[in-house]
């Protein structure tokens, strides 16, 4: 492999991995696993945290 088809692949490599549909379902991925993490918590200052907020702008009815 010579060193402008080196250079080449490089930039091919960056241009799939920084377009915008994977930009967007990276985001949205990481999104999700936060939401996930911080809705399913068991450490009681963040779950009291997310379960007030559920409350409070969804108008879910406490349990």
Known sequence: MTSSS???LLQKTAGITLSKPVQ????M???SLVIWTVLFSTYPAVH??????RHHTLG????
């Open 6 to 8: 080196h250079i080449s």
């Open 24 to 27: 967007v379902t990276l985001y």
């Open 29 to 31: 991925l990481l999104s």
């Open 48 to 53: 009291d945290t997310a379960h007030s907020a």
């Open 60 to 63: 879910v009815a406490c349990h």
